[in-house]
Each structure stands twice: as structure tokens, then as C-alpha cells.
Nanobody, 127 residues
Framework: PLVTSGGGLVHVGGSLRLSCAASGHALDGYTIAWFRRAPEKEREPLSCIPSDGGDTWFVDSVKGRFTISRDNGENIVYLQMNNLQPNDTAVYYC??????????????????????WGQGTQVAVSS
């Protein structure tokens, strides 16, 4: 399973760093992805990073504000979120996709098919 943490309440323009940690299995060999779901909205794909940390992907709405990184030795992936806005308020989830079959890409993120999911962490941005 994956454990998601780092959410909280921040003011507009603030920053948070979310973590996605693996428990019981290695993240090496998995593309890790972040999604969010705001109240009464569809799940939105945000970003993904392949196992080798190479070509990452971001949805346009977070480009330039969010960065993604991973430490396979520590079995953890981070989503650094800067300049947060009220419309970033949502529950944020990480997912892991086995790179035997999938790879970080717009197509993978659009399908949203993951082998493992984290439990989600709430992010709230106040104006």
C-alpha cells in the first residue's frame, strides 16, 4: 500500500509538500502519479514521474507551480506545491503503476489506471 501525507491548511500563495511512501514493497519499477478530487468535481490528474525520475508530466493548471521528485532508496515520492490557490483545495491521492505495463504519460494519466492507491490527504487553501 501507499501512504499519503503532508496535506493541511494554507493561505493563498503558500506551499505544501506532499509525500507518497510505500509500505511493504519497493517503488522502484513503478511510475508514481498524483491526482486530486475537489468537492463535487471529477478526479483530476496532476503529475507523474517514472521510476528513473526522467520525463515527468504535469497538467497545464499546475505547471510552473508544482514539482515532483522521488527517492527510490527511501521509497518515497514528493509533490512540492507552491503558490497555492483556493481552487487547489482538494483531496490529493498518489498512485503507483507497474512499468511492466504502463509509463508516465498523458495517456496513463488520462486513464487513471493504477495498481496501488494511497488513502488521500486533504489540502485546503484559504483566501
Amino acid at each position: 500500500p501507499l501512504v499519503t501525507s503532508g496535506g493541511g491548511l494554507v493561505h493563498v500563495g503558500g506551499s505544501l509538500r506532499l509525500s507518497c511512501a510505500a509500505s511493504g514493497h519497493a517503488l522502484d519499477g513503478y511510475t508514481i502519479a498524483w491526482f486530486r478530487r475537489a468537492p463535487e468535481k471529477e478526479r483530476e490528474p496532476l503529475s507523474c514521474i517514472p521510476s528513473d525520475g526522467g520525463d515527468t508530466w504535469f497538467v497545464d493548471s499546475v505547471k510552473g507551480r508544482f514539482t515532483i521528485s522521488r527517492d527510490n532508496g527511501e521509497n518515497i515520492v514528493y509533490l512540492q506545491m507552491n503558490n497555492l490557490q483556493p481552487n487547489d483545495t482538494a483531496v490529493y491521492y498518489c498512485g503507483a503503476a507497474d512499468e511492466t505495463y504502463y509509463y508516465c504519460s498523458e495517456g496513463l494519466m488520462g486513464r487513471g489506471v493504477m495498481d496501488y492507491w494511497g488513502q488521500g490527504t486533504q489540502v485546503a487553501v484559504s483566501s
